[in-house]
């Protein structure tokens, strides 16, 4: 759903289904029905507070921001996601990769990579629990990886593959954030002429590619690369 500001200080509501959406709908079982919504702010350049102060900046933001229109894309519609939550607070954490930001591995001799990710805070302050992710969306390129023992529950038109994934446990420091584990598996179709069409060169023997986890609850996101090789 896109908010769009017309000429005459109207504002415009241009509201679409997402191609999941317009799925269930088609059933026509009387099954469809919205329940929840969420709204995003991926066009707001905030840095303008900090350069033209509070209220020059909301101002500037307010008349000179483009809005976007409505997405069809369930991946794509929102990247930014606004939060609320029962209690206050000035820190909500982050989310980790503990296990490193970038991995290694080939098809001969590694072809799997466990992974785990933590909501951590850089301080003794607790995430509010209704910001402590029950549910991750984890995002890859279909192409070339999978999740072990999974079934992605959308895979986009350009391939990319987005499962949803229950937390695998409460963390133990204190933050009151969730921990999620799962197991990176290389795609048994990667083949020497995946390579030559994906790699990172004409004759690479490299595919270089990129997952991104993002908590449900908190929207707090992580990216890490992921470099394949032929051996």
């Known amino acids: 759903m896109g908010f769009l500001n017309g000429t005459t200080n109207n504002i415009i509501i241009d ?9 269930a709908l088609s059933r026509n079982d009387g099954s469809f029905a919205i329940i929840k919504f969420a709204l995003g702010d991926d066009e707001v ?4 507070l900090t350069q033209y102060g509070r209220p020059v900046g909301v101002e500037k933001i307010i008349k000179n921001t483009p809005i976007f229109e409505a997405s069809t894309s369930a991946m794509y519609g929102i990247r930014s996601h606004l939060l609320s939550s029962a209690s206050r607070t000035t820190n909500i954490g982050y989310l980790k990769c503990t296990s490193g930001t970038s991995f290694s591995m080939n098809v001969l001799n590694t072809k799997t990579q466990p992974l785990v990710f933590e909501q ?23 192409k070339f990886l999978s ?16 499962y949803f994934i229950n937390r695998s446990e409460l963390n133990t420091n204190g933050s009151n954030g969730s921990i999620l584990r799962f197991t990176l598996d290389i795609k048994s179709n990667v083949s ?18 990129y997952v991104t986890v993002i908590g449900k609850e908190s929207g707090q996101s992580t990216t890490i690369e992921v470099e394949i090789s032929k051996s």
């Open 192 to 209: 020497s002429s995946t390579f030559s069409t994906y790699g990172t060169t004409e004759t690479s023997g490299v595919i270089r590619t």
């Open 15 to 23: 509201a679409v289904l997402t191609d999941y959406g317009r799925r």
């Open 147 to 162: 999740i072990r023992g999974r079934t992605p529950r959308t895979v986009s038109s350009n391939n990319e593959a987005q």
């Open 45 to 48: 350049d905030y840095t303008l």
């Open 120 to 142: 951590q805070t850089s301080d003794d302050t607790r995430i509010p629990s209704d910001l402590t992710n029950q549910v991750y969306i984890v995002k890859l390129d279909n």
